[in-house]
């Protein structure tokens, strides 16, 4: 039999050779018919469930053509990439267990058994969607699928891998641990999931690769190729390359969009950048002629783009390091599939590329631009709120109709993730919700949106907890604390260069002090029409310092397992802070505009300098904005000062306001059909 396991940080799906499990059985008695009983004889399978066995057979055979006691079928694309597109979905394809886009898993299968892991509501939905065939195993870590893998196969026995799905990183951990213990960990670069999948596999995307439009840009190609060059040059180890792998760092280097990654402007790509030429790796036949010429293409001095075929790039550094030169890689992106044929002399090691580094820092161009597109988003999620509720009440709306209606305010958009209640689980992140598993959404419990959107200025991220009925004197205190995180890590003023995770304890302080904690990372960096998840910036181990020009979410949350989930996620700028003697301090400007909920607010947790704190309350002309995406940034925003304790009545037919619900500001009113604010909200 297999079983995959999967976890929310190192996912993986090991294959051990062995016989299949039987398919399909009638339930039993008090058997509850949503979820597959693999326990009972014979076992009982929901409707829902994929029988998986004729993958499994077909994969055991490529198994045996390697002499291979287990396979490792990592959950994501030779980029590292965060989300995945079809093509890569191997996990989803080989175990029938879908999961959401961005959920890291990966399954491991061996000869006679397999394992996946998860967090709590993917426990269930993995329950109905996989077969017997798989058993599911719940924890997270490399040494625990390494601990397992060893009970599994004989000492001698040969683990593979595709080598273009592990991360360096990855590779290195389970070659000590396997070789410690006289197994093999063996590098096979033809996929033998993709051998078995065949025809069936979704082809590689080819939608056009498009540049963008000089407004939405903050430096010409050009610009960006002079300074990482430049570089180049300055490091003291005198690279003679920079190689790209991150797809979000070929898109930002050279200005280009696609969309071959749900929710994700990318496109399948590597980038070599010499300093004497530029080597573009991707389907040439999505450039169009226009594109072509935007990036100089056909000639060859060294500022002009030379288009490569995606698959030889492994082919063609392995033949570029047969010459007199040092390739400067980010290892934290870099496959061990090129990794492995770069000679170690000839490589510089970060742990993250020039072009990374640099992305993270936006200039005054592009953090307008970011600026611009929060204004444009809190308007949808404003709207999109006093929708809810107007229809909640009804009974007509669950978590999936919602996720759905958001978009449809928004535009297009990365996936919604939206709970209420006790469908908020544990301290996982959220999975969206699918139309097989949703629930109504209700007045009586809390309901957390955790959403963004995609627009050419920039991309967005928020998260807001509301409750439209009675909330419990522990929910408000819960709310309250978690609030005060934000708004205490958002005024903080530290020194220049500090790491996040020195600071990020500020986030937790409140709930700290009752005995309370949330189990996820408190904020990461964003992008302009780029990553929502942007790294290296954010407050997690591994992160670089902070530095002015940076943006990144503050998110802190707590979670009651099996009633409520609450986080407020706020995008902040990193900015100079004024300090009242000399020396270089950097503070927080929060871009995000949409309001917290007032019914939630226990008004006497907060300090005086809480209730004080900086109000968002600006005003714009937003109707050119509501009509569409290629709009002229707005104007500087005019400060409305208005009296603590008054109400604002406005229409976004002329004026919008995002004011913050802290205890004595101005009302927010609902946005009616007629796109006007009529009546309370909170």
């Known amino acids: 039999k297999f079983c995959p396991f999967w976890g929310t940080t190192l996912p993986w799906l090991a294959f051990l050779y062995s016989d299949a499990c039987a398919w399909g059985h009638p339930k039993s008695l008090n058997q509850r018919e949503d979820v597959r009983n693999c326990s009972t004889s014979p076992p009982y399978l929901p409707v829902t469930a994929v029988n998986t066995t004729a993958q499994l057979t077909a994969l055991r055979e490529q198994m045996l053509t390697q002499n291979l006691s287990a396979y490792i079928i ?7 990439s965060e989300y995945i597109g079809e093509c890569d979905q191997r996990r989803a394809w080989i175990t029938g267990f879908i999961g959401s886009a961005g959920d890291s898993h990966y399954p491991a299968l061996t000869a006679s058994v397999g394992r996946p892991q998860s967090g709590h509501r993917y426990w269930t939905q993995a329950e109905r969607q996989m077969d017997c065939n798989w058993e599911l195993h719940k924890e997270v870590s490399t040494g625990h699928i390494v601990t397992w893998l060893l009970t599994e196969i004989p000492v001698g026995g ?6 273009f799905l592990f991360s360096i990183d990855s590779w290195e951990s389970y070659d000590v641990a396997l070789q410690d213990a006289d197994r093999e960990l063996v590098s096979i670069t033809v996929n033998l999931v993709d051998l078995v999948w065949g025809s069936e596999r979704p082809p590689l995307p080819n939608a056009p690769i498009y540049a963008l439009q000089e407004a939405f840009a903050g430096s010409t190609w050009q610009e ?4 990482i060059r430049s570089q180049m040059q300055k490091h003291h180890e005198r690279p003679t390359a920079v190689l790209l792998s991150a797809l979000d760092e070929t898109a930002w280097l050279f200005n280009l969009r696609s969309s071959d990654i749900p929710y994700n402007p990318f496109f399948y790509s590597y980038t070599l950048l010499t300093d004497s030429s530029i080597r573009l790796f991707a389907n040439k036949s999505r450039f169009s ?24 790039i492994r082919d063609s550094i392995q033949a570029y390091t047969s010459g007199d030169v040092k390739i400067w890689i980010g290892t934290r992106y870099t496959s061990y599939g090129l990794y492995e044929v770069i000679p170690k002399e000839k490589l510089v090691e970060d742990d993250y590329s020039p072009v990374m580094i640099t992305k993270a820092v936006k200039n005054s161009r592009e953090q307008a631009l970011l600026k611009a597109s929060h204004v ?14 107007k229809n909640v009440p009804t009974g007509t709306v669950d ?16 996936p919604s993730f939206s709970a209420l209640g006790c469908s908020f689980l544990s301290t996982s992140p959220l999975p969206s919700p699918t139309k097989e598993l949703h629930r109504k959404l209700s007045s009586d419990e809390m309901y957390l949106l955790d959403s963004g959107g995609q627009y050419w200025d920039g991309t967005t991220d928020i998260t807001r907890t509301v409750h439209w009925g009675t909330p419990s004197a522990f929910q408000k205190e819960a709310y309250t604390r978690v609030l005060i995180g934000n708004i205490d890590l958002s005024r903080l003023v530290f020194p220049a260069a500090t790491s996040g995770r020195v600071v ?7 709930l700290w002090d009752v005995g309370l904690n949330y189990g996820h990372g408190t904020g990461h960096g964003i992008g302009n029409f780029l990553c929502v998840h942007e790294w290296p910036v954010g407050f997690q181990y591994g992160n670089i310092p902070m530095a002015e020009g940076m943006f990144t979410s503050i998110e802190p949350g707590y979670y009651q397992d099996g009633e409520f989930g609450i986080r407020l996620e706020d995008v902040a700028l990193v ?3 004024k300090t009242k003697y000399p020396g270089t301090y950097l503070t927080f400007e929060v871009v995000s505009l949409v309001p917290y909920d007032r019914k939630l607010i226990d008004v006497s947790l907060l300090s005086p300098e809480q209730v004080s704190a900086p109000q968002h309350c600006l005003c714009f002309s937003l109707a050119p904005r509501l009509s569409g995406l290629s709009t002229p940034l707005p104007q500087d925003p005019l400060p409305l000062p208005l009296p603590r304790g008054s109400t604002l009545v406005v229409s976004t037919g002329t004026h919008w306001a995002s004011l913050p619900c802290s205890p004595e500001t101005p009302e927010l009113l609902e946005l009616s059909s007629q796109t006007s604010m009529s009546k309370p909200r909170q």
Not at 158 to 163: C, E, S, T
Not at 224 to 227: E, Q, R, W
Not at 504 to 510: M, N, W, Y
């Open 504 to 510: 990020e304890a500020f986030a937790r302080k409140a």
């Open 289 to 312: 002629s226009e594109t072509l010429q935007y990036l100089n293409s056909s000639c060859n001095s060294s500022m002009c783009v030379q288009l490569e075929d995606y698959s030889q």
């Open 74 to 80: 990592p959950d994501t694309d030779a980029h590292m």
């Open 575 to 577: 900015v100079e802070a």
């Open 224 to 227: 960006k190729v002079s300074n």
């Open 399 to 414: 978590e999936f109709s919602g996720a759905k209606r958001v978009e449809e305010f928004r535009g297009e958009g990365f």
């Open 376 to 389: 444009r988003d809190a308007v949808a999620v404003i709207r999109y709120l006093a929708w809810l509720e």
């Open 158 to 163: 040969r683990v593979g891998f595709d080598p």
